[in-house]
């Protein structure tokens, strides 16, 4: 009895080195896009970011509390940006954390939501299906959720800035990119998250 509990609990304690290892390889990943072009993919049409994929990778691979970290650092690494080296004329606002951080600790929250409430209610043959829609899923809240809190609380402040009513900046950068995002995301991250899955299990 003695030898089968301290073989679970050596099981348990590599599990957590591991999970622990894959969220600091994700985190240093995310510093390195964020902060480079590795983090944007440029198309004729549109530039696409997406530095936010670890954090769909660690919480659909890892669990909530290793998207939750990733994510934080994301929205801390944003908000460090937005301090030191701000490029765009949005880029000030994200000074603000319930800009730059809350709509990212939220991907985390909404992938992990809808990937349990599928497998909860559909077959276990589906997962490919059910990582696509948790991507999709997160993925929009970070769009949707940053550009929300953009316009909540800086409505005004963006239209004396830029001279443009900051709901029409605003359906102007969804419109233009947000499908082309969610293709992209989806492509990456759907083969990504089968390959670590696979060598999780084993």
């Given at each position: 009895?003695e030898?089968?509990?301290?073989?679970?609990?050596?099981?348990?304690?590599?599990?957590?080195?591991?999970?622990m290892?894959?969220?600091?390889?994700?985190?240093?990943?995310?510093?390195?896009?964020?902060?480079?072009?590795?983090?944007?993919?440029?198309?004729?049409?549109?530039?696409?970011?997406?530095?936010?994929i670890p954090?769909?990778?660690?919480?659909?691979c890892?669990?909530?509390?290793?998207?939750?970290?990733v994510?934080?650092?994301?929205g801390?690494?944003?908000?460090?940006?937005a301090?030191t080296?701000?490029?765009?004329?949005l880029?000030?606002?994200?000074v603000?954390?319930?800009?730059?951080?809350?709509?990212?600790?939220?991907?985390?929250?909404?992938t992990y939501?809808?990937?349990?409430?599928?497998?909860l209610?559909g077959?276990?043959?589906?997962?490919?299906i059910?990582?696509?829609?948790?991507i999709?899923?997160?993925?929009?809240t970070?769009?949707?959720?940053?550009?929300?809190?953009?316009?909540?609380?800086y409505?005004?402040?963006?239209?004396?800035?830029?001279g443009t009513?900051?709901?029409?900046?605003?359906?102007?950068?969804?419109?233009t990119?947000?499908?082309?995002?969610?293709i992209?995301?989806?492509?990456?991250?759907?083969p990504?998250?089968a390959i670590?899955?696979?060598q999780?299990?084993?």
């Open positions: 009895m030898n089968i509990k301290n073989v679970t609990s050596n099981h348990h304690s590599t599990e957590s080195l591991k999970t290892a894959l969220t600091g390889m994700l985190v240093a990943i995310t510093l390195v896009m964020i902060n480079t072009p590795l983090g944007r993919i440029t198309l004729p049409i549109v530039s696409v970011t997406i530095a936010h954090i769909l990778i660690a919480t659909l890892l669990g909530l509390g290793s998207g939750l970290i994510a934080l650092v994301f801390m690494a944003s908000l460090f940006i301090l080296s701000p490029a765009s004329i880029d000030p606002f994200f603000n954390p319930l800009v730059s951080i809350l709509p990212r600790l939220l991907i985390p929250v909404t939501g809808v990937i349990k409430l599928c497998q209610i077959k276990k043959k589906r997962a490919t059910y990582n696509i829609l948790a999709i899923v997160g993925n929009l970070n769009t949707f959720g940053v550009y929300l809190m953009l316009y909540l609380i409505a005004k402040a963006i239209l004396e800035k830029s009513p900051a709901i029409t900046l605003i359906i102007t950068a969804i419109s990119s947000t499908l082309f995002k969610c992209i995301v989806v492509l990456i991250t759907t990504i998250v670590i899955s696979k999780i299990k084993k």
